[in-house]
């Protein structure tokens, strides 16, 4: 892996570079973006380089590009994630904690992670290299003790130590915790290389279209995503039935698609829980669930805009019939509350409340644009 084949983000590595250069390095970043924009990809990379032995510097122009050797015992560890100082933070170490034992990994980031693998690791010297490196995963996940738990380390962090915040949403740290990293921001992936990064995993063009789409910049999502097709779970098979049901939507068949709705979810948490070993599965059973509302999302946000649009601009232009039926039922103004319904839902899947009731409400309320409509 090298930093030349980071996707569509050069302006976090002409940053990333320039410091280098310099050789002016924060000890704290937080990058900040959307999920599956290669934050973690980067932030590896960013490490390997700063804890390679022998760097390699290009001259090209006026402005030289470093990167990792890929050749020396730093990089050959870090390669096969073994590098002792390059510690990897996220939530389902909790269970390696002093008290963790059997305990199931929570929505929130648990402070005892934060001390164990950070606090209590970070004064001693790094084991082979001149850096110690913490890579922070779902920083929006930290509550406002364990950020306070981590001011110590922000603020006066041993010199030896380097540490990044990954976070898909700014406004959950506290303004004490931003001010002490230096912001870095990730845009989205562009359409078109996510599409043909589908299609390189054989994805058919339809399919990768559609994934793209969707996934609205997530290079990493819809990576995820093209998995389900190739470990035959069928996601696009169960997209294009949701899209049906919600053009021939009947409130007696509520109940029925909620259910399909779990079922389908179920599935789809099983074929990830497979293929990621380190997430844990309520987390992905929650992505899984998420999946489908942005499905059900797409669906409105498609017959919103059938009127400024045209049909191979939807995101479900593969099924523009159904769109058109959707629309001829929901005027815009209905499809847009139907949308903030499904934000409210993913909000309730973050909150830990009951799935079989976050998707009974979701799919009982598509129903109420029609009532008003025929008093
Ligand atoms: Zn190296």
Redesign the pocket.
């Known amino acids: 892996m090298s930093f030349k084949k980071i996707y569509s983000q050069q302006k976090v590595i002409t940053a990333l570079q320039k410091a280098y250069s310099l050789q002016k390095i924060p000890h704290a970043y937080i990058f900040a973006g959307y999920q599956g924009v290669g934050k973690f990809t980067t932030a590896r990379q960013w490490a390997k380089l700063l804890l390679?032995?022998?760097?390699q510097i290009e001259k090209n122009g006026s402005s030289p590009f470093a990167d990792?050797?890929?050749?020396?015992e730093?990089?050959r560890l870090l390669d096969a994630d073994s590098h002792p100082d390059l510690n990897i933070v996220h939530k389902e170490l909790l269970e390696y904690t002093r008290n963790g034992k059997n305990k199931t990994t929570p929505v929130e980031f648990p402070i005892d992670v934060v001390r164990e693998f950070i606090i209590e690791k970070a004064p001693s010297k790094p084991t082979i290299s001149k850096r110690k490196i913490f890579i922070l995963t779902e920083a929006e996940k930290l509550n406002s003790s364990s950020q306070n738990a981590l001011m110590k380390i922000l603020e006066e962090p041993p010199g030896f130590c380097s540490i990044i915040l990954l976070c898909t949403r700014m406004e959950k740290l506290l303004p004490t915790t931003k001010s002490r990293c230096q912001v870095i921001r990730f845009s989205a992936v562009d359409e078109k290389i996510i599409t043909d990064e589908l299609k390189q995993k054989n994805l058919e063009p339809q399919k990768a279209g559609f994934f793209a789409r969707l996934s609205n910049g997530s290079l990493g999502l819809a990576c995820r995503w093209a998995d389900l097709e190739i470990n035959n779970a069928q996601l696009y098979k169960i997209k294009t039935e949701i899209i049906n049901e919600i053009a021939d939507y009947k409130l007696p068949n509520a109940l029925d698609l909620a259910q399909k709705c779990l079922r389908d979810a179920k599935t789809i948490a099983d074929v990830w829980t497979d293929l990621e070993k380190n997430t844990s599965k309520a987390d992905l059973k929650r992505k899984a669930q998420k999946t489908l509302i942005q499905i059900i999302t797409s669906a409105f946000r498609d017959a919103m805009k059938i009127k400024f649009e045209k049909p191979e601009q939807f995101i479900n232009f593969d099924q523009k019939k159904k769109i058109e039926k959707i629309s001829s039922r929901f005027k815009p103004e209905n499809s847009a509350e139907k949308i903030t319904s499904c934000y409210q839902a993913v909000r309730w899947i973050d909150d830990n409340v009951n799935e079989k009731l976050i998707f009974e409400h979701l799919l009982l309320n598509l129903n109420i644009s029609d009532k008003i409509e025929a008093l």
């Open positions: 390679c032995r022998n760097p990792s050797c890929s050749r020396c730093s990089c």
